[in-house]
């Protein structure tokens, strides 16, 4: 009697696996077969080089204000140097400038450095007095929290002191005052 059980099919068994037999070539194969064309990978990154160029020309910062150190006036002491700094600058933008901090820095003809921050506006006029050389640089004061009205150029006046003798001041390499504003770049004047 055939068994009756098992319906009769004619599907082959299907093959087993060879794993020896696998060709390393597929997996070592060469970039080229990998790399996009290099003609698509170099118009890729031109178009890409473009845009960021593109990005960085429109959005490259344009200036706040522009300047420069017109007068510098040293009033020598013991050890140390009063100096007054006459400065000119024009705020360039269509918003008040709020000037944060006023500063200076000197190097010296030996490298050192040496910084001070301006002198109150309150006390300009009592050094302009005690050391009348100073007013060789006079301007108006320039101070903290100033407000500067948009399209302004003025003739400002800061006083430092820096513990230098006045040989090693006038001999020095460079004097550089920083203008910091609120919500601006820093002004930076170098002599």
């Known amino acids: ?29 060469r970039a080229k077969f990998t790399m996009p064309p290099v003609r698509a990978l170099l118009i890729g990154l031109g178009i890409v080089a473009l845009a960021a160029i593109i990005f960085a020309i429109y959005d490259w910062p344009q200036p706040n204000t522009k300047g420069f150190i017109t007068k510098v006036a040293v009033a020598p002491q013991d050890e140390n140097v009063l ?6 600058f024009q705020n360039l933008i269509k918003d008040k400038l709020w000037i944060k901090g006023i500063k200076a820095e000197i190097e010296t003809a030996d490298g050192k450095k040496y910084s001070d ?16 050389v100073l007013t060789e640089a006079q301007g108006e004061p320039l101070h903290e929290d100033l407000k500067i009205a948009p399209g302004n150029a003025n003739t400002w006046m800061t006083i430092y002191a820096f513990p ?25 004047l170098k002599e």
């Not at 009769?8 to 087993?16: D, K, L, R």
């Not at 090693?168 to 203008?179: C, G, M, Q, Y």
Request: no cysteine.
């Open 1 to 29: 009697m055939p068994d009756e059980s098992k319906p009769a099919t004619n599907v082959p068994p299907a093959p087993e696996p060879n794993f020896g037999q696998s060709h390393m070539g597929d997996e070592f194969d």
């Open 83 to 88: 100096v007054a700094v006459q400065l000119e």
């Open 117 to 132: 921050t301006s002198a109150p506006a309150v006390d300009m006029d009592r050094y302009l007095k005690g050391f009348p």
């Open 164 to 188: 230098v003798n006045k040989e090693a001041f006038d001999a020095r390499k460079s004097l550089t005052v920083t203008i910091s504003f609120a919500d601006q770049r820093a002004l930076v």
